[in-house]
């Protein structure tokens, strides 16, 4: 499967992956509801960190609901119907990929769709093999 | 549903029905409970008030006051108007905060005579409460066996007697068939808890419940225990055969906090410390609680030999790694309730028993916790994995205290081997230290009543009165061994060496049980507490801090076994205080009140106090009854004094005795006088701190300042004002 990797000299921090990635998963245009992460580094300013999901699938086993699972393409999603909203994954997540919006009861998390990369007018996220 | 289990579900007889209109949670609170009687098969829904919350706050404290208003001061546990309640709490439910899913079980104790509390897991707290209800209140009896069963989604609560071909007496077999019979399917499973004990409850004064859930990654229904008192026993007693919540539609708002932000923070900060550090630290999520075992020896605190002694070389023959080596299943999110990331309970999967009524099947066991392996096991000298994990699978299935029947064992297996009973009592076994066969076979008895399983089945304190009255044993000798303390078996901690834990433990409202302190690192390892203000200072903080889980539906665990990385940099830090700063925000978030951390502890002392006068109310509750027994104190005999000498002797030294040419027995004395009279000004300087009197009453300025000075409480404390 393809996953999204990161190029972050590339990024400029206009922050149009987070728009088109909430907008893909919630329907609304929110950097907060967002799978993907642009962050401003403290230490150099106009410099970015880029923070996605890289599918390892670490999470899985720490959800007792079994509402995290690989789906048949490899990448890992939640079932939002099982899902109760504790966060674990979110706090046992490696590269702390996953966020949470309080409106929202899973976690938000990267689906690999791709709709990030569409949206980058830098070439700062792309699709690749894991 | 298998047609077996429904033909079953279709034999149950409706006796009474209640229809209602769920009320929705709202910051924690649906403000209402249900309460059920037994004996008339009636219900009602009472209005949970302001005030109610605002001094009692629910779980415990509610358990308390419905109790208080339930019984009289003459009424015994297995009068009809005992009540059992559960209440989870303003907190329990939140699936964001790890050990948030707790019940609190409130009842008058078969050991005790006054209000026994367990804090206990499982799911039924949480549905209870998103079924409408912030607390179940169940009094009378029925006549045959019944189950009360409330749907949370359709709004139903129905009184149903159990068939008489319904041959499910014990808890692993009550917590499936009722969990299959409830659910729609597989999926449906985790919304279905059970309360259940089984014939040990029935049969002996140490019965416990078991709250379950269903984990669905084993694909196998868990169960959590209200260990202490006796619960079981009252429960058997009222003829409840199970308690079940069926509850669809959990997630992360349904608590309904004012605040979920504030949860969100917490919880995540908490998640991440656990998985940066717990394996640094406790290793939770790998061994629970066992890994204390090997701490403990180390300290020499590990009951050994009925507390005799504090370590022995076979000890690592229980310790964590064997279990998780050769039992733990590893990897599993073993949380009692969902969002625990801490994860302690631990099971060991496809456990083929060797004895009993079950022998040959394979089971899950929910096994084994330290208090567990030290009580069943190295207390009574045996030190063998196996046994620990067959003797905890059936003290569950039966409804049996680990904790009390570990005690029980010890203390009669030092009785045999002092001569003090012999095979004629014990119906032939051979009750020696060590010797597994014959404890699990008193294990078996308990359950049907019989044989020595009867006698043992009173607990500690009934059994050594029957020994004194029947057989003639010394009854000096045998208090100063017996465990117990109000009439509750000891936790398994040897307090012998630490004088603030002593306190801990006898100073405590429902009997001698670690969860109101643990005192004995800071105080005998550490030494942070070196006066008798200072001990008193912890004997009044702790024991609050503690009871404050217990009222709001949490877990003491996540509070401090595990510790941020820069905890020992803070001030205070056995407080744990950015823990502290987490329960305050939780608090707030789910309530949307403003509390300090210091109103945490009023908020405690409230319910503490009022619980201590609830003793007095029953006719205990003043300093006679804190007396602990010798042996949690110091060395009781000969070769206790001697397994020690060295730390004896030096402690005799440094306080000015002269022990040249003294025989063993000639120290032990003077120890005992020393210690004992170190113990009563320990009691002073804690009555003091406590706002009690000398004889351990609350005084009427304290009542007042707490603004629990009801009419009743004041006319009762008045008496004891002197």
């Given at each position: 499967m393809k996953i999204v990797k990161t190029k972050p000299e590339l990024c400029t921090g206009c922050g149009a992956c987070m728009l088109a990635c909430s907008k893909t998963l919630h329907k609304v245009e929110d950097a907060k509801k967002s799978a993907i992460r642009v962050i401003e580094k403290k230490e150099e300013p106009g410099k970015f960190d880029i923070i996605v999901c890289n599918h390892c699938g670490e999470c899985v086993p720490v959800c007792n609901t079994e509402a995290l699972y690989f789906a048949p393409n490899g990448a890992v999603r939640i079932d939002p119907k099982k899902c109760v909203g504790c966060y674990m994954c979110v706090g046992f997540c490696p590269n702390m990929a996953m966020t949470v919006h309080p409106e929202i009861n899973e976690p938000i998390k990267c689906i690999a769709c791709g709709a990030c990369v569409k949206a980058c007018p830098t070439g700062a996220i792309y699709m690749e093999e894991k | 549903m298998t047609a077996n289990v429904k033909e079953l579900r279709n034999a149950h007889k409706l006796l009474a029905k209640l229809e209602y209109q769920p009320f929705k949670v709202d910051k924690g609170y649906t403000n209402h409970s249900l309460y059920v009687n037994l004996t008339d098969k009636t219900f009602e829904i009472k209005p949970v008030t302001e005030q109610m919350k605002e001094i009692f706050i629910g779980g415990r404290g509610f358990g308390l006051w419905y109790l208080w208003n339930a019984v009289k001061s003459t009424?015994?546990?297995?009068?009809?108007?005992?009540?059992?309640?559960?209440?989870?709490?303003?907190?329990?439910?939140?699936?964001?905060?790890?050990?948030?899913?707790?019940?609190?079980?409130?009842?008058?104790?078969?050991?005790?005579?006054?209000?026994?509390?367990?804090?206990?897991?499982?799911?039924?707290?949480?549905?209870?409460?998103?079924?409408?209800?912030?607390?179940?209140?169940?009094?009378?009896?029925?006549?045959?066996?019944?189950i009360i069963f409330i749907d949370g989604n359709k709004g139903l609560v129905t009184i149903e007697e159990v068939p008489d071909n319904f041959e499910y007496y014990d808890t692993h077999q009550l917590a499936e068939v009722y969990t299959e019979m409830f659910a729609d399917d597989e999926f449906d499973k985790r919304n279905v808890s059970v309360v259940s004990s089984g014939r040990g409850a029935e049969n002996t004064l140490i019965g416990m419940l078991n709250f379950s859930f269903y984990d669905v990654k084993r694909k196998a229904v868990r169960v959590k225990q209200a260990g202490r008192g006796g619960t079981g026993t009252v429960f058997r007693d009222k003829k409840i055969r199970a308690l079940i919540v069926k509850y669809k539609g959990v997630t992360g708002d349904s608590n309904a906090p004012a605040d979920k932000q504030k949860l969100i923070n917490a919880g995540l900060r908490l998640h991440r410390e656990i998985y940066e550090l717990d394996k640094l630290q406790n290793r939770m999520r790998e061994v629970g609680t066992a890994h204390l075992v090997e701490v403990m020896n180390d300290y020499d605190l590990l009951p050994v030999m009925n507390c005799q002694y504090g370590s022995h070389p076979d000890a690592v023959k229980l310790s964590s790694d064997v279990f998780k080596e050769k039992f733990f299943t590893q990897g599993m999110p073993d949380g009692c309730w969902y969002g625990c990331s801490m994860a302690c309970a631990k099971a060991v999967d496809n456990f083929e028993l060797k004895t009993g009524p079950?022998?040959?099947?394979?089971?899950?066991?929910?096994?084994?916790?330290?208090?567990?392996?030290?009580?069943?096991?190295?207390?009574?000298?045996?030190?063998?994995?196996?046994?620990?994990?067959?003797?905890?699978?059936?003290?569950?299935?039966?409804?049996?205290?680990?904790?009390?029947f570990g005690n029980i064992i010890a203390f009669a297996m030092e009785c045999y081997e002092r001569g003090i009973i012999d095979k004629e009592v014990t119906g032939g076994l051979e009750l020696k230290f060590g010797n597994k066969e014959a404890a699990l076979e008193v294990l078996h008895q308990m359950a049907r009543g019989e044989g020595f399983g009867k006698i043992a089945g009173m607990g500690v304190k009934r059994m050594r009165e029957y020994f004194v009255e029947k057989l003639g044993a010394d009854p000096k000798f045998l208090r100063d061994i017996s465990l117990e303390c109000k009439g509750l078996e000891y936790s398994h901690y040897v307090s012998k060496e630490s004088l603030a834990q002593q306190g801990g433990y006898a100073l405590t409202n429902k009997g001698p049980q670690h969860d109101e302190a643990w005192l004995i690192f800071m105080d005998m390892v550490n030494k942070q507490i070196p006066t008798f203000e200072d001990k008193a200072e912890a004997l009044h903080y702790f024991p609050l801090f503690r009871t404050w889980f217990s009222l709001n539906g949490l877990c003491k665990l996540p509070w401090n076994d595990i510790e941020p990385a820069d905890n020992a940099y803070q001030p205070e830090p056995n407080k744990v205080p950015e823990h502290v700063r987490n329960y305050v925000e939780i608090f707030n978030g789910v309530t949307g009140k403003n509390i300090t951390k210091e109103d945490i502890i009023k908020q405690s002392e409230r319910v503490y106090n009022f619980q201590r006068i609830f003793n007095l109310k029953?006719?205990?509750?003043?300093?006679?009854?804190?007396?602990?027994?010798?042996?949690?104190?110091?060395?009781?005999?000969?070769?206790?004094?001697?397994?020690?000498?060295?730390?004896?002797?030096?402690?005799?030294?440094?306080?000015?005795?002269?022990?040249?040419?003294?025989?063993?027995?000639?120290?032990?004395?003077?120890?005992?006088?020393?210690?004992?009279?170190?113990?009563?000004?320990?009691?002073?300087?804690?009555?003091?701190?406590?706002?009690?009197?000398?004889?351990?009453?609350?005084?009427?300025?304290?009542?007042?300042?707490?603004?629990?000075?009801?009419?009743?409480?004041?006319?009762?404390?008045?008496?004891?004002?002197?």
């Open positions: - | 009424t015994k546990w297995n009068d009809p108007e005992n009540e059992i309640i559960i209440s989870s709490g303003p907190i329990g439910g939140i699936t964001q905060y790890p050990g948030a899913g707790k019940s609190a079980v409130v009842t008058l104790s078969p050991l005790t005579g006054c209000p026994i509390d367990c804090n206990v897991g499982g799911y039924f707290g949480p549905l209870l409460k998103f079924s409408g209800f912030d607390a179940l209140e169940i009094q009378g009896k029925a006549e045959k066996d019944v079950y022998k040959g099947q394979k089971v899950v066991v929910d096994a084994a916790e330290y208090e567990t392996i030290a009580g069943v096991g190295s207390d009574c000298g045996i030190f063998d994995p196996e046994y620990v994990v067959e003797a905890n699978f059936y003290c569950d299935t039966y409804g049996i205290d680990t904790i009390s029953m006719g205990y509750g003043t300093r006679e009854y804190d007396m602990p027994p010798y042996r949690s104190m110091g060395p009781v005999t000969i070769e206790e004094y001697e397994s020690r000498k060295e730390r004896y002797d030096k402690q005799l030294k440094d306080l000015g005795y002269d022990i040249e040419g003294k025989t063993t027995e000639e120290k032990l004395k003077m120890l005992r006088e020393y210690r004992e009279n170190q113990y009563q000004q320990l009691v002073d300087a804690v009555y003091k701190r406590r706002g009690w009197t000398k004889n351990g009453v609350p005084t009427i300025e304290k009542v007042k300042e707490l603004g629990i000075d009801f009419p009743e409480v004041i006319e009762l404390i008045s008496k004891y004002q002197d």
